[in-house]
């Protein structure tokens, strides 16, 4: 099973475990046999664009960030390989601070989180409703991240689905444009954890002793890994990896459940078509 992981977050963001330091995440991924792993907190903002509280680390924080795990890279040089790093979002005009983001860490993560409307608004996945438009905006979004050639991993493709109520048409179309573009620059997709990880055991602390029925009904409300986009990413050349999404104590310890439902929902037949990689 995959041992290695650039899919971090800390306390930083607001909306992870405030009592899980740097160290703590080091700790367990040290526990976990983990050998290569990346902080990528939600990146900071030079003009407040996401007015949302408690989604990301003030500007004036990224020093402490870094240093932070600098420090922890160089004290557990000997177990683990740490990178340091942001998880991203691309809006247009922010191009430069992007690129400012990327040259002071080892990787950046696009999350694409959200989009702007026509009146350059922020249009959220999960909180708010998409048209087909604005849909393929968000492929397009992606698109023209990753060929500003500074993205390492994309974060959970399939998060649109937090908006969506089912897969149709347009749906099918975006993933296919999605797919083209990873394939043509070669930039790995990540099955994202974070999701089933709150659905799951956040909410479900006894979810291994519940039955088949009432698992089935809580998966049923993980919106991402979606089965369907994956099946369609299956029949491109396209590099494949986990990510945890870690922002709470005890999560990295559940990667091997994660993993295991994730490939439940997605589907072994799919599963074993997908090209995972050993490391980045």
């Keep these: 099973m ?3 992981n650039y899919h971090t977050h800390t306390y930083r963001c607001g909306h992870a475990d405030f009592n899980q330091s740097d160290e703590d995440y080091v700790v367990e991924y040290i ?6 792993i990346a902080f990528t ?6 003009v ?3 007015k949302r509280t408690n ?5 004036h924080e990224r020093e402490d960030y870094l240093n932070s795990i600098k420090y922890l890279k160089e004290k557990y040089r000997d177990a683990i390989n740490i990178k340091t790093g942001y998880e991203v979002e691309y809006l247009p005009n922010e191009e430069d601070n992007l ?9 950046l993560i696009l999350g694409q989180h959200f989009i702007y409307d026509d009146n350059k608004n922020l249009k959220i996945f999960g909180r708010n409703e998409f048209t087909n438009d604005e849909l393929i905006r968000y492929a397009n979004y992606i698109d023209t991240a990753i060929k500003l050639g500074i993205i390492s991993i994309l974060a959970h493709p399939d998060i649109f689905m937090l908006s969506m109520n089912e897969f149709s048409e347009i749906e099918e179309k975006i993933t296919h444009m999605i797919c083209s573009t990873a394939e043509k620059y070669n930039i790995p997709f990540e099955i994202n954890l974070g999701n089933i990880y709150a659905r799951v055991y956040l909410r479900n602390m006894n979810y291994d002793n519940l039955s088949d029925e009432e698992k089935e009904a809580i998966l049923s409300r993980v919106r991402y890994p979606n089965r369907r986009f994956w099946q369609i990413a299956s029949n491109y050349n396209i590099k494949v990896l986990y990510g945890i999404d870690a922002h709470y104590k005890g999560q ?8 295991n439902i994730a490939n439940e929902i997605i589907g072994k037949d799919t599963i074993d078509k997908l090209n995972f990689i050993d490391k980045l």
Excluded at 55 to 59: A, E, H, S, T
Excluded at 100 to 107: A, R, S, Y
Excluded at 252 to 258: E, G, S, V, W
Aim: net charge neutral.
């Design 2 to 4: 995959q041992k290695f």
């Design 31 to 36: 526990k976990m046999g983990f050998k290569d």
């Design 41 to 46: 907190d939600h990146a900071p903002e030079k």
């Design 48 to 50: 407040r664009i996401d």
């Design 55 to 59: 989604m990301r680390m003030d500007y």
């Design 99 to 107: 690129k400012e983001l990327k040259n002071e860490t080892d990787i």
């Design 252 to 259: 990295i310890l559940a990667y091997d459940k994660l993993v």
